[in-house]
């Protein structure tokens, strides 16, 4: 797979050893777009450390919402493929998914920020582009990411959607959900592109059920 300037083939292509970033109900996936804002000096060490090598940063749940303690045992690894800095000392960056990866364990931190020994290799299919997305039943996602919109009132660009892939669709609205960080975490460690879908579409029917729930599903 393509990440800006970097092509990812295989988990070989990957470094063993990554920075990872503990951000509760935050959910990145291959070849999805996750801007960040980074003002922590631990995470604009963990970003300088990452423009100095390899670019890559894991995204991963922590079990705990104040992001110390464990970790879940999946997360993303993205690359910076944008990057700027602001006036107040900030970073503003963009990271694009490349694959899952499962922790194998915790290494030594560096400047604050936590560092995992991790692997790829359960995750061969996130390297091939739209693997699986013929199995997704589109219709049945639109009809109830549809029903959602009308549960609340809101509007989509149908016209873009019609021409978005199944990868693309299924991914950028799992991102996008307002849902929990167990609710991400199904999402993201979905066994395929289908399974992700039926959770997404599972979570939605289930949120449309309750009448108090005014959450739009695009934030």
Same mark, same amino acid.
């Given at each position: 797979?393509?990440?800006?300037?970097?092509?990812?083939?295989?988990?070989?292509?990957?470094?063993?050893?990554?920075?990872?970033?503990?951000?509760?109900?935050?959910?990145?996936?291959?070849?999805?777009?996750?801007?960040?804002?980074?003002?922590?000096?631990?995470?604009?060490?963990?970003?300088?450390?990452?423009?100095?090598?390899? *670019? /890559?940063? %894991?995204?991963?749940?922590?079990?705990?919402?104040?992001?110390?303690?464990?970790?879940?045992?999946?997360?993303?690894? %993205?690359? /910076?493929?944008?990057?700027?800095?602001?006036?107040?000392? *900030?970073?503003?960056?963009?990271?694009?998914?490349?694959?899952?990866?499962?922790?194998?364990? &915790?290494?030594?931190?560096?400047?604050?920020?936590?560092?995992?020994?991790?692997?790829?290799?359960?995750?061969?299919?996130?390297?091939? &582009?739209?693997?699986?997305?013929?199995?997704?039943?589109?219709?049945?996602?639109?009809?109830?990411?549809?029903?959602?919109?009308?549960?609340? *009132?809101?509007?989509?660009?149908?016209?873009? /959607? %019609?021409?978005?892939?199944?990868?693309?669709?299924?991914?950028?609205?799992?991102?996008?959900?307002?849902? %929990?960080?167990?609710?991400?975490?199904?999402?993201?460690?979905?066994?395929?592109?289908?399974?992700?879908?039926?959770?997404?579409?599972?979570?939605?029917?289930?949120?449309?059920?309750?009448?108090?729930?005014?959450?739009?599903?695009?934030?």
């Amino acid at each position: 797979m393509q990440a800006g300037r970097a092509t990812y083939r295989s988990p070989a292509d990957l470094p063993e050893i990554i920075p990872v970033f503990p951000l509760s109900a935050a959910l990145l996936l291959p070849r999805a777009q996750m801007p960040l804002n980074i003002f922590e000096p631990r995470y604009l060490a963990m970003v300088d450390e990452a423009m100095a090598t390899t *670019r /890559i940063i %894991g995204m991963i749940q922590p079990v705990s919402e104040d992001g110390e303690g464990a970790l879940f045992p999946i997360g993303c690894m %993205g690359r /910076i493929t944008s990057y700027g800095e602001t006036d107040d000392g *900030r970073y503003m960056i963009g990271l694009t998914g490349i694959s899952r990866f499962r922790i194998l364990e &915790e290494v030594d931190g560096k400047a604050g920020f936590r560092r995992c020994r991790v692997s790829a290799e359960p995750f061969l299919e996130d390297f091939q &582009e739209n693997a699986g997305a013929e199995a997704v039943d589109r219709g049945r996602l639109l009809d109830v990411f549809r029903a959602y919109l009308d549960a609340h *009132r809101l509007e989509a660009d149908w016209d873009n /959607i %019609g021409q978005t892939s199944n990868e693309t669709l299924v991914n950028a609205l799992s991102m996008m959900s307002p849902y %929990g960080p167990a609710e991400k975490q199904a999402l993201l460690e979905a066994a395929d592109l289908r399974a992700r879908a039926e959770t997404l579409i599972a979570l939605t029917e289930i949120s449309l059920a309750r009448q108090g729930d005014s959450a739009p599903l695009l934030q």
